[in-house]
């Protein structure tokens, strides 16, 4: 029998590279996403790939999308999640809306761990099964504007140390992709949750951190780079806690060793905050 894999946020970007990517390889892949449109087309590049509407901060969506996964495969459930639905908020922290900064935990921490929850008993019994959480560079050292965004994958940083260590018992792996910069739709999808008003006292600031942005595509590497170290983590016998993908993701990495007024000094220098 195939191994199966369900892929959140299959929709776009990274998610649907990895969908395609894994049933190109051979695995039964349930795609993820809100938008059917997108999941359809994606369903029509492979066989092997069924499409699933899910909202994941919806209750009733999330425990459709489980229900339907469990029936298609007789109560199996996967061999591998992929828990890469997540969106960027940005914003000085003085001024981002609590119901945003709620809502930016809800999607990319609460509701992530959530889906996951569900499918952990069928690990467990078996004693194999791979989860795969997205983080980011982000999550390894916070930046100005996008604090609400680094709290989420800080935190999903933390609760994905935690499972590990809880399920390396039942042989059951967790598995953190930190990507830096990736070419995909993220960017603008965050301008759309970004709350600096152009009469914040943060406005100029922020539009000089926005002008550093071309780092993107001088570090920046595809949405099918990301999928194939996914593929690569899940096809290895002892894969890695952690795969940092790009040199910024490497970079950040730095943050917990070095001395924080030295990564204040750098930061600010390379995002032409000073
Ligand atoms: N691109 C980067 O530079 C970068 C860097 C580091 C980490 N990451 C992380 O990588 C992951 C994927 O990002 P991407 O770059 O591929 O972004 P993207 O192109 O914007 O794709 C995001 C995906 O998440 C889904 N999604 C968002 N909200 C959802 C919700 N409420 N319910 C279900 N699905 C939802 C979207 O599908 P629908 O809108 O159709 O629901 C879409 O498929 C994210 O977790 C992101 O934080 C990205």
């Known amino acids: ?16 590279a990895t969908a395609l990517l894994f049933a190109q390889n051979g695995y039964r892949v349930f795609a993820l996403a809100r938008s059917e449109p997108d999941l359809h087309s994606l369903a029509r590049e492979h066989p092997a790939i069924t499409p699933i509407r899910m909202d994941i901060t919806d209750d009733a969506s999330r425990a459709a999308a489980v229900a339907t996964i ?81 709290a989420s994958k800080f935190a999903l940083e933390a609760l994905s140390d935690a499972l590990r260590r809880e399920l390396s018992p039942f042989g059951v792996r967790v598995v953190l992709i930190e990507p830096g910069p990736i ?35 001088l570090f920046g590497r595809s949405a099918g780079a990301v999928a194939h170290v996914i593929l690569r983590a899940v096809s290895s016998p002892h894969p890695r806690p952690r795969y940092p993908v790009t040199l910024p993701a490497r970079l950040a990495g730095l943050a917990h060793v070095l001395p924080a007024r030295l990564v204040d000094w750098g930061m600010s220098l390379a995002m032409g905050l000073h």
């Not at 029998?1 to 649907?16: H, L, N, P």
């Not at 809502?103 to 019994?125: C, D, K, S, W, Y």
């Not at 989860?131 to 982000?138: Q, T, Y």
């Not at 965050?190 to 951190?209: G, I, K, L, M, N």
């Open 183 to 217: 070419k995909t739709d993220f960017g603008r999808v965050t301008e759309q949750f970004a709350t600096v008003s152009p009469d914040s006292p943060y406005a100029p600031r922020y539009r000089r951190y926005q002008g550093t942005h071309h780092s993107v595509g």
């Open 70 to 150: 469990m029936r298609e495969t007789a109560g199996y459930g996967v061999d591998v999640l992929v828990n890469n639905a997540g969106y960027g908020q940005i914003g000085a922290v003085e001024e981002v809306p609590p119901e945003a900064l709620r809502r930016q935990l809800e999607v990319n921490v609460v509701a992530l761990i959530a889906f996951t929850q569900p499918f952990l008993p069928g690990m467990r019994g078996r004693r194999h099964g791979t989860i795969v959480n997205l983080s980011s560079a982000a999550g390894l050292v916070a930046t100005p504007f996008m604090g609400a965004y680094n």
């Open 1 to 16: 029998m195939a191994s199966i894999v369900a892929v959140t946020g299959a929709s776009r970007g990274i998610g649907r």
